[in-house]
């Protein structure tokens, strides 16, 4: 592949920046520099300039090489602030617990950027945090003048490729090789960027993006979740495709998919039909077992993925503001919540209690109400089948079809 000029700064080699982002700059031409802290993976980089990429299926396995990519300790200031100021686009995959460890060495670059009457510096913002743009600038606020600020585009983005955690290597293997699903477009906001908007193949800008940002987050990400809690609280299930695998959890997890969807389509008038080609579509990607994405991975992080605007009970929210009932999503929640009680040995505490300070609902909420009675079926150790039998006549009963 022919190289061009352009240059992309990555923070963090990790699965999504290895696994996603990076590739789509390099299959295009464009040289990639990671900025990381991890020194054997920066050196490793350094050293090979590429690393294998490896689309799986439950078919077969397709080999492909990043090339043109080197990398920058993340702890040398001057290497850090020098890539991200020649750079024409950067990109951060860290992770939302440590997006402030990296603003510092941002800042001192866009500052130098502006001195020099530079082009604004783009920021494709590819983590799992709702309202990620104007997160990063309220942070943002204070480190740089109103001028430095306008140089800076805050690009929100829906990472819907998967990349589960990589098992430990073999002898021989290359350390830097990372598995993906074949999936691979990135969705963007192509109202947030300054200057021009970005033109690379497979990164494609959406307007308005918050539509994007919400299918994501509400059908994907939650319908994930909901399959993880229930594979793992009744089956003890290992592996996400094990789960999904089970007629009643695949059940469970589309019916939860299909309440939000609906919700999304009537919140902003999109059209029905590709929303449940999107839901079909996932049903099957979460059956891909070469992946080998655990239950553990995907439901980690409790209190995260039951806060309020994230994936279980923003859903649940959007659904209950389209004036439906969030019953299969409820289900779901009511399962992470089970398993947080046990986890963390909360069986002496009132679930309702924990529930509310988890998700900042009000104690009235028809999703806490809901969420509390699934709860108690996973308490009498029900089957899948009764507590599905049970939210039917739930959804049922809400919307009239019976008394």
């Known amino acids: 592949m022919q190289k061009n000029s352009k240059k992309a700064v990555i923070f963090g080699a990790g699965n999504i920046g290895r696994g996603f982002i990076a590739p789509l700059f390099s299959f295009d031409g464009w040289r990639v520099t990671f900025i990381d802290v991890a020194l054997p993976v920066v050196e490793k980089i350094n050293a090979d300039g590429r690393y294998p990429l490896n689309i799986v299926s439950d078919e077969n396995t397709v080999t492909l090489s990043v090339e043109n990519v080197s990398a920058v300790d993340g702890n040398d200031a001057d290497a850090t602030v020098k890539a991200l100021v020649e750079c024409d686009i950067a990109a951060t995959c860290v992770g939302a617990k440590a997006i402030k460890y990296i603003l510092p060495n941002f800042v001192s670059a866009v500052k130098k950027r502006t001195a020099e009457k530079r082009p604004p510096l783009n920021l494709l913002i590819c983590e799992n945090l709702m309202d990620a743009d104007s997160f990063i600038r309220g942070l943002l606020k204070d480190m740089l003048t109103e001028e430095e600020l306008c140089g800076v585009g805050l690009v929100e ?35 947030a960027f300054k200057g021009e908007v970005l033109e690379v193949q497979n990164i494609v800008p959406f307007s308005p993006f918050r539509y994007y940002v ?37 059940l469970a997890v589309q019916n939860a998919m299909i309440e939000s969807a609906l919700a999304l389509s009537k919140k902003y008038g999109a059209d029905f039909e590709p929303l449940m080609e999107h839901v079909w579509d996932l049903l099957g990607r979460f059956k891909n077992r070469a992946l080998g994405d655990t239950c553990a991975r995907v439901g980690g992080d ?61 104690k009235d909420s028809p999703i806490t109400n809901h969420t509390l009675e699934f709860y108690r079926l996973f308490e ?21 079809m019976i008394v």
């Open 157 to 191: 983005t829906s990472v819907g490729r998967m990349v589960p955690v990589p098992k430990a290597k073999g002898e021989g293997e290359n350390p830097l090789a990372i598995s993906v699903e074949e999936y691979g477009v990135l969705p963007v906001d192509r109202d």
């Open 214 to 250: 919400e299918r994501k987050l509400y059908i994907h990400n939650m319908g994930h979740a909901v399959c993880a809690y229930l594979g793992d609280v009744l089956y003890g299930d290992e592996y996400i495709c094990d789960s999904i695998s089970r007629p009643e959890i695949r």
């Open 302 to 362: 409790i209190p995260r993925k039951l806060a309020n605007s994230d994936r279980l009970i923003g859903a649940a929210k959007n659904i209950l503001e389209s004036g439906k009932s969030p019953v299969y999503v409820c289900v779901g929640a009511a399962a992470a919540l089970y398993k947080y009680m046990r986890e963390n040995k909360c069986e002496e505490q009132n679930a309702k209690t924990v529930f509310l300070s988890l998700t900042s609902l009000d």
């Open 380 to 400: 009498e150790k029900k089957e899948l089948c009764e507590i599905l039998n049970f939210a039917d006549k739930m959804k049922k009963r809400e919307s009239g």
